[in-house]
Each structure stands twice: as C-alpha cells, then as structure tokens.
C-alpha cells in the first residue's frame, strides 16, 4: 500500500498559511475541496446565465468546447491583445456570475484568503492592466483533457506574473457532466527532461508513460463544489459522456513562496 495522499478540507477550521500554500505547492496533498461552495439554485443561475453570454465555441476532437473568458497560455504573444480581450470580456463575465449574492469570484479569493493568511487579490501587469479574471468552460460531451501541465513560469515566461514560482488552478463545478470529468491529479511535478521523450509530437499533452508508476487521486466535483490543486503537478480530465455537459468556472493563483506577498488570480 503507499503512502498516504490526504487532500485538504477548505470546510473545516482555519488553517495556517504554511499548511495549504505549502501542501500543495510540495505536494504532500493532492488537491483542497470545498464541497458544496455554492448551493445548487445558484449554480442553476449562472449556467443560464451563461447560455445567452458571448462565447467562442470550437471542436476539440469529436466535442465541442464553448467558453467566455481569456486563457493566457493562448495569447504569450500578444498582451495588447490578450488585455484588451479580458477588459471586453469583464463585463459579461461578472454579470454571470453575480445573482445577488456578491461575485462568485470575491468570496472565493475571500474563503481562500481566510485559510492562508495572506491577500488574494486580482494580478496586475507593470501597467496597471488586470490580467484576466477566469474563465467559464462548457464541455459537451466527448470533451476531456489528455495528461498535462500547466507552468506558467514557462508557459507565460517575460510575463510578470510568470516571476512567482508558486501556481494554482482553481475550479469551481457548476454542472457536472453524467460521466467522466473528474480531476486526475498525478503525485509528479513536471520536470524539462520530460518533454524530450514524452512530449506529444504534434498534439496537446504528454505521453501517459510519463506518470507509470505515480501515486493518483481523483476528484469527482458535484455541483456547487470548488477545488485547488497545483497545475504544476501532471493531470488529465477523462473525457464526459451522457446528456449534460460539463460547466465550469477557473482560474489561476499564483504567489512567491519565499516571501509574505498576496496570492494573485489570474486566467
């Protein structure tokens, strides 16, 4: 038997800033849960909400993708672009997801602000621009995502959100689909020397040769739960199936681990 892999509870007592941003940024847990983050009728809310928002669809295999949101890694080679396309999109973006209750997105910086100790504030370029503040992501049916990582040290590199060495994904499940979807987050960081030999050629992801042998965690997110892992670490979505598709909203944190200063969001 391994090595135990406990993920971290966000619904239990405070914890200290060492504790979560350590854990997960070292890998000791898998990921940090807060079931139930937000209650089913308001998750029913944004996902209509969001069926008359501005989206760009694409076919990502056999499945379409729709989303509303910037996504860094796409737009590395144009920041006029890339902050000119959240700034049109904030709008519509915070009209989804505030039905009375205050922004989705503040009460979970405030939530994950209470647990580490330290301000989760929005990211800003040397300009004073706002780097993009998440993305919502509807997955029909057939959509997933092949072992991958996300760094954006590397990824996002001249970047100045790229010079915090820490990262985060967070994703908070709207509707989950009937089958499949679920976080597969592997206990092995990426490392350079992978890419030579299992690097896909000519497609997204990594050869799943990669993680042969690594210890695995899953979480399967209902409705209304949050989760945080560390993107660094290689992970997949197994594709969905059934009649409903997978909804989401994410986005990234990232902070210096060797000193005091906020977590920062960003997508």
């Known amino acids: 038997m391994g090595e135990a892999w406990p993920p971290i509870d966000l619904t239990g007592s405070r914890s200290s800033t060492d ?10 847990a898998p990921y940090a849960a807060f079931p139930g983050f937000l209650d089913e009728s308001e998750c029913l809310e944004i996902t209509t909400a969001l069926e008359t928002a501005p989206k760009t669809t694409f076919r990502s295999g056999n499945a379409l993708v729709s989303t509303l949101g910037v996504y860094l890694p796409d737009a590395v080679n144009d920041p006029s672009a890339y902050f000119s396309r959240a700034a049109e999109l904030e709008p519509f ?6 039905h009375g209750h205050g922004d989705v997105r503040d009460r979970i910086r405030l939530m994950f602000e209470s647990h580490v100790n330290r301000p989760v504030i929005a990211a800003i370029d040397p300009g004073g621009q706002e780097y993009g503040q998440g993305s919502l992501r509807i997955h029909g049916s057939g959509a997933g995502a092949s072992v991958h990582r996300d760094v954006v040290s590397v990824d996002a590199a001249g970047w100045n959100i790229a010079e915090m060495e820490a990262q985060f994904s967070t994703v908070l499940m709207l509707q989950p689909p009937e089958a499949g979807g679920e976080l597969v987050v592997y206990r092995q960081r990426w490392q350079p020397e992978d890419d030579a030999e299992f690097k896909n050629k000519g497609a997204k992801g990594w050869d799943p040769r990669v993680v042969a042998g690594a210890q695995v965690a899953t979480y399967a997110a209902a409705v209304g739960d949050l989760y945080i892992f560390n993107p660094t670490q290689y992970h997949e979505v197994p594709l969905t199936s059934g009649e409903s598709d997978r909804v989401s909203m994410q986005f990234f944190m990232a902070f210096d681990p060797a000193s005091d200063g906020p977590v920062v969001t960003f997508s």
């Open 93 to 98: 973006i915070a009209s989804v997801l505030n």
């Open 19 to 28: 504790a979560i941003l350590a854990s997960l940024w070292k890998g000791t």
